[in-house]
């Protein structure tokens, strides 16, 4: 399981929270630690409705664009269901670590987390913003 130093809040449309809940509960079997994450980041969101989510939240069909610190790489995705997810287009899914990690932080925030691989990264959210069609 990831270790996650000085949790940044997070902000999630409740819209979207019964079908983000659905998502982690399938998954406990599959990818149990990253649907407990997943599940660990909803219980402590703070929800509301998705007309006073903050625009500068990550939520999905959000463009973020992130900087790894230990790296200086900053990279742009898109944060979709799994469905949708498609790497070659920018389009990462909810389901995976990065997107667990980002779902619901603010422009600004910072996080440590730990990769699959046992490396701990720090992160800053630089921009969020809306994906035009």
Not at 31 to 51: F, H, I, N, W, Y
Not at 58 to 78: I, K, M
Not at 101 to 113: E, I, V
Not at 124 to 129: A, G, K, N
């Amino acid at each position: 399981m990831a270790r996650i130093s000085a949790l940044p809040r997070i902000i999630i449309a409740a819209e979207l929270f019964d079908h983000l809940e659905a998502l982690a509960e399938g998954a406990l079997h599959r990818q149990p630690d990253l649907a407990d994450r997943l599940l660990t980041e909803l219980s402590r969101a703070k929800v509301v409705p998705g007309a006073k989510l903050p625009a500068d939240v990550v939520s999905l069909g959000n463009r973020v664009t992130y900087l790894d610190e230990a790296t200086g790489r900053s990279q742009t995705l898109s944060l979709v269901f799994p469905e949708e997810a498609d790497i070659d287009t920018g389009r990462v899914s909810v389901m995976t670590p990065i997107g667990v990690a980002l779902l619901g932080l603010p422009q600004g925030a910072h996080f440590t987390w730990e990769t699959r691989a046992g490396e701990e990264r720090r992160l800053t959210v630089l921009t969020v913003e809306p994906v035009t069609a």
